[in-house]
């Protein structure tokens, strides 16, 4: 699944880290001037994970947002 995070502000993005737990698998992630986006995989069946992308913008903010992913059937 691919995530995607927008700026709500003004300032542009200048790094994204994200943290994922052990179980998921960081297939690839970038950012651009207002957005980041990861694709992730893995994890185990019935399993809930916390997902966290850091990002440093223009203005010296640092802002870090979390998700839970929960691996299920579809």
């Known amino acids: 699944r691919r995530v995607l995070f927008r700026s709500v502000s003004n300032d542009t993005i200048t790094d994204s880290t994200w943290t994922v737990p052990d179980g998921v698998v960081n297939e690839g992630a970038n950012f651009n001037d207002t957005k980041t986006w990861i694709t992730l995989?893995?994890?185990?069946?019935?399993?809930?994970?916390?997902?966290?992308?850091?990002?440093?913008?223009?203005?010296?903010?640092?802002?870090?947002?979390s998700f839970q992913l929960v691996i299920a059937n579809q």
């Open 41 to 65: 995989s893995g994890g185990t069946l019935g399993s809930k994970y916390i997902i966290t992308n850091t990002v440093h913008l223009d203005s010296g903010m640092i802002d870090a947002r």
